[in-house]
DNA sequence: AACCCTATTCCCATCGAAGG
DNA sequence: CCTTCGATGGGAATAGGGTT
């Protein structure tokens, strides 16, 4: 969490640095990399139990979808040419939840669609099916936890929605996600920046969305030590 | 009328592949 | 080797509709 927060502020003093030119808070994201701490630590757990860290890609990550040529990755686990395990790591910090909590949706939703189509057109020739993660990293702020009013024009929506905060839309989201099986496992973490170097830097609000059940389930299936 | 929510579009640093 | 091109990804400006 600590890498997370640190990374946003230095990106944001690049860029002025640089007399950046990024409206809002948009100059802490567009240089990406603030979940590396994440992707070290989950190649960290990979490898400690017993996964050939040259299996373990960050980069050259591109997979073939169905419905687009290509997607990047951001890990890939490949050993003897079998696409072991695939994970996708998202992040959000901000007001604007509305329009970017729609927008992840689809993204997640269309990745994995793209990416079992091209499974069942035998994409990754002889591989079994690859194990899919998703991991949501929220920020944890009283915007994000508030509830949001839904429209129900023409029908009511899903019960579960009314008086749904953002946080719990997405914990909602992630849990649809693996009970549809469009991924194996996700992963749901809210975090409070003003807690960034505290003991409680984060939390976990759903036990199915934990990050130790996620964690353990990639090393079963990548073939590791537990 | 003020406010809130959603959809769309744009932003640009970064990286890697392709082209010269 | 250098340049160009294209894809990526978290966020916000904007517009438009609905709600209170």
């Known amino acids: 969490m600590k890498t997370f927060w640190q990374i946003r502020d230095r990106q944001i003093k690049d860029q002025e640095r640089r007399g950046g030119s990024d409206q809002g808070a948009r100059s802490a994201v567009t240089g990406g990399k603030q979940m590396d701490g994440f992707v070290r630590k ?3 757990l990979m490898t400690a139990s017993g996964v050939d860290e040259g299996n373990i890609y960050t980069k050259k990550t591109h997979l073939p979808g169905f419905f687009r040529p290509v ?3 951001d890990i890939v686990v490949v050993v003897d040419g ?5 994970i996708e790591l998202k992040s959000q910090v901000g007001l604007s939840f509305g329009n970017n909590f729609n ?9 994995a669609l793209d990416i079992w189509t091209a499974y069942r057109e035998g994409a990754f020739c002889t591989s079994p099916a690859p194990w899919l993660g998703y991991l949501f990293l929220l920020e944890d702020c009283p915007e994000s936890r508030s509830p949001v009013r839904t429209q129900e024009t023409h029908f009511p929506v899903f019960e579960e929605f009314r008086g749904a905060s953002y946080a719990k839309r997405y914990e909602l989201f992630c849990r649809k996600l693996v009970r549809e099986r469009q991924y194996n ?42």
């Open 82 to 86: 079998v696409l072991m395990a695939a």
């Open 103 to 111: 927008n992840r949706t689809e993204e997640a939703m269309g990745t």
């Open 185 to 226: 496992a996700a992963c749901f973490i809210i975090a409070d920046r003003e807690k960034s170097n505290s003991f409680e830097s984060y939390i976990e609000p759903a036990d199915d969305l934990s990050a130790d059940l996620f964690l353990s389930q990639l090393n079963r299936h990548v073939g590791g030590r537990e």
């Open 42 to 44: 989950i190649i960290e």
């Open 71 to 73: 997607k990047g990755w």
